[in-house]
């Protein structure tokens, strides 16, 4: 049971970039969210979903975009990558009856 | 919308006494959740411990209590007979209760250094 996985763990992108994080889940739990982390300011929520092939915004989901297309599955993307998405992106999913959520371990993304 | 605050950027405490890392958060609903999560340096987010807003009692997880103060929204976390191991970044977090689907807020983080 490997429980939430993140792929990759590092990545560094170029202004204008595109790419995608994968976030994967075995524990077939209803909910999934996406968070950054940056100095001083906790983790946010970026966007999250409640269901396969259902995405809401959180609270900064301005420049990335999501999908779920498959239970386990949860995907964020950023279409044109800045410096200010430079971060640390979680992942956590949660069953939809209770209130832990199990995070990732994390992707460090640099934007140059 | 729901703030929470940590106001302690930094801690430290020496191995096998006590700290207390402070939290208080903003919310108008009665039906929500508290957590503490532990980030060492591995990065991985650990759930330290969880309180119930319609629980009195505070919780307690071996080391680690609460003090949940409702009516000053508050919520501390004691650490007793500190551990090296204890040495991270602690998130105090919160949750609505109902249909928020789970979400949470967080405050900015206390970094605890435990020293030998």
């Known amino acids: 049971n490997a429980g939430v996985t993140q792929t990759p763990k590092f990545r560094v992108l170029k202004t204008g970039q595109s790419m995608t994080l994968l976030c994967a889940q075995d524990?077939?739990?209803?909910?999934m969210y996406w968070y950054r982390q940056d100095p001083g300011m906790g983790l946010r929520l970026i966007h999250y979903s409640v269901g396969e092939g259902t995405t809401a915004k959180g609270e900064v989901p301005d420049g990335y975009n999501v999908s779920r297309l498959k239970k386990q599955n949860f995907l964020l993307g950023l279409e044109s990558a800045a410096p200010s998405q430079t971060s640390v992106y979680f992942c956590?999913?949660?069953?939809?009856?209770?209130?832990?959520?199990?995070f990732g371990p994390g992707t460090r993304l640099t934007v140059t | 919308a729901q703030t929470v605050t940590q106001s302690q950027p930094e801690m430290s405490v020496q191995e096998a006494e006590t700290v207390t890392l402070s939290c208080t958060y903003d919310?108008?609903?009665?039906?929500?959740?508290l957590f503490w999560y532990k980030q060492p340096p591995s990065r991985q987010m650990i759930l330290v411990i969880r309180?119930?807003?319609?629980?009195?009692q505070n919780a307690t997880e071996n080391r680690f209590s609460v003090n949940f103060q409702k009516a000053a929204k508050s919520f501390s976390l004691k650490i007793s007979d500190s551990q090296l191991g204890d040495t991270a970044m602690y998130f105090c977090a919160f949750s609505y209760g109902g249909t928020s689907y789970g979400k949470l807020t967080f405050g900015q983080g206390t970094i605890l250094t435990v020293h030998p």
């Open positions: 956590a999913s949660n069953t939809g009856s209770s209130y832990e959520q199990y």
């Open positions: 524990m077939n739990h209803e909910y």
């Open positions: 919310t108008s609903e009665s039906n929500y959740y």
């Open positions: 309180q119930e807003a319609y629980k009195q």
